[in-house]
């Protein structure tokens, strides 16, 4: 029989495994983005909520603050190297603007971290007490990550548009916090169940309203063009004649 502690274990490497997924599923989005040059009406929120949201699991899984969580500090660390590389793409193509509110979002994400991490090692010396105070605060800002694409799926329902809510990321979304709240449940881990337990339920209403939508979005490509022909006679009697070329 499985002990719970092996069945942990593999849940966490299937998490892990759906949780890079999960941070490589913008690459589409990415990809378009520097081949226009431009970060068109995608928002940045889902990336900087990520970003903030891996940099306090990564401490959260620290042997200092956690131990035993080889996991959970392995995956957010390549999740802090993938989403710090889409910010910067992001930075480099947005509107001046966007640029600045970016900046100023991550400066803040900086010092909030510093105070953080001084705040827990230099105040609180147990690990239980240490990932009490992380775990809380890992549970607010996972809960953010998770509901920061209600801002995309705002916009979808207000166009009756999917184009710039992208199904993968909608559906490694919904696996993932199957999986972790999983992984949470077998050895009953409070911080991790609330957040994940959340974006279950985020990424199905994200699939439902993907799935909603999807017919009533415009293809690209299917627009009939009607290109003007002005004749020498139409001009002079003011009349337009129009064909439709095939």
């Known amino acids: 029989m499985v002990s719970a502690q092996v069945a942990r274990n593999i849940v966490g490497i299937i998490g892990n495994v759906i949780s890079f997924g999960l941070f490589l599923s913008p690459v589409p989005t990415f990809w378009r983005i520097y081949k226009a040059k431009d970060v068109e009406e995608f928002k940045p929120d889902p990336y900087l909520a990520t970003l903030m949201n891996c940099l306090l699991w990564f401490f959260y899984g620290l042997p200092i603050v956690h131990p ?25 193509y947005a509107a001046k603007n966007t640029r600045w509110k970016m900046l100023g979002v991550l400066a803040l994400e900086a010092a909030f971290m510093a105070v953080v991490v001084a705040g827990v090692l230099l105040g609180a010396h147990t690990h239980e007490k240490r990932s009490m105070i992380v775990g809380i605060l890992c549970v607010i800002f996972g809960s953010i990550m998770y509901a920061s694409p209600l801002t995309i799926m705002g916009k979808v329902i207000r166009t009756k548009s999917v184009e710039y809510m992208p199904f993968f990321l ?23 169940t609330i957040p994940n337990a959340l974006g279950t339920i985020f990424g199905l209403i994200q699939l439902i309203l993907y799935f909603y939508y999807y017919r009533l979005t415009p293809k690209k490509g299917k627009n009939v063009e009607l290109p003007t022909v002005l004749t020498k006679n139409a001009i002079t009697s003011g009349d337009v004649s129009v064909t439709i070329e095939k």
């Open 170 to 192: 909608s559906l490694v979304n919904f696996l993932n916090g199957c999986c972790w709240t999983g992984y949470a449940l077998i050895k009953f881990d409070i911080y991790i």
């Open 68 to 92: 035993n969580s080889t996991l959970v500090l392995t995956i957010n660390g390549i999740g802090l190297v993938i989403e710090g590389a889409y910010i910067i793409i992001f930075i480099i």
